[in-house]
């Protein structure tokens, strides 16, 4: 979900309202944090998809998982 448009992905996160990415109904932005780090994979048990956030290396491991729910995919453009 890289945007080939942008070498360093921000550290933005889109969360409106008093939504925080922990939430299940949180809005899945491909560009902003931690989407525009994640892969998206499919479980080799059950075909579900899910994004995987990528750790780009680094003193600090942060791993997270999340099942790919089509209906919350919301293209937000970057803020300026
Ligand atoms: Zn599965």
Not at 4 to 28: C, H, M, N, Q, R
Not at 41 to 53: D, H
């Amino acid at each position: 979900m890289l945007p080939e448009d942008d070498p360093e992905p921000t550290f933005a996160e889109y969360l409106p309202g008093k939504i925080d990415y922990w939430s299940a109904d949180a809005p899945v932005a491909p560009r902003y944090f931690p989407y525009n780090r994640c892969g998206v994979w499919e479980c080799s048990s059950c075909g579900r998809l899910y994004l995987r956030y990528t750790e780009g290396g680094g003193y600090f491991v942060d791993r997270r998982i999340r099942v790919l729910r089509a209906s919350l995919i919301e293209d937000v453009p970057l803020a300026a």
